[in-house]
């Protein structure tokens, strides 16, 4: 399907192996770097996994025999992808949206906060921390006596020819044990939760409406 910005959007059922995501992705990236493909969204789940950032740091990788482990051409650190969280990959056209690579990170996170508002949970951005962040109240404060705070989504991408690949996780319901194999993008002072963790029982069909929905707003207005 297409929407009115000529995006193609793939939602693949079932898990999807990481090599052949990555070789999904260099072949789109390549056809629309020549104008023969169009943009693409992929939504989809990993089995359990780890992945490696090019900022990646060794001593991050607490467990290394627990899941598989790739290398990753992305930005960002280390990070988790398994069942029960929503992987998105995009592939779009940076050149055409301006070449502002700060800019366009910024209309991602944008896209992930107003989609988890979706759902009445305030994602936030904070400075110096990667990703999508949600405070808990709920939680004992930090040493520092700040409002705990967990990472909802997560977001790394790579750029080739001013086009993008990589993207997105978003925990839906994963299992939240399973991030305690890394430090997740190298942060050990703040926790990790889902959308179910937070008491929503909602499901990967509800955050790709979300999805669909949030990014029309933010990147047909972005263009």
Known sequence: ??????????????LVPYED???FMEERVARISTGDADECIWLLEHPPLYTAGTSAKQQDLTDP?????YESK??????????????VYVMLDVGKRGKDVRRFVQD???WVIDALARFNIKGEIREGRVGVWVERPDRPKTVTGQTAE???AAIGIRLRKWVSFHGISINVEPDLEHFTGIV???ISDFGV???VDLGLPVGMDDVDVALRQSFEKVFAASE
């Not at 992305?74 to 992987?87: A, E, L, M």
């Open 193 to 195: 939760t889902s959308l």
């Open 1 to 14: 399907m297409e929407n009115s910005i000529m995006v193609e959007w793939i939602a693949s059922d079932g």
């Open 184 to 186: 997740p993008c190298g």
């Open 74 to 87: 992305r930005g960002g650190q280390y990070t988790y992808h398994g069942p029960g969280q929503r992987v």
């Open 21 to 23: 995501a990555i070789a």
């Open 108 to 110: 991602l996170e944008t």
């Open 150 to 152: 967990d990472k909802i």
């Open 65 to 69: 025999d627990r899941f598989p482990v």
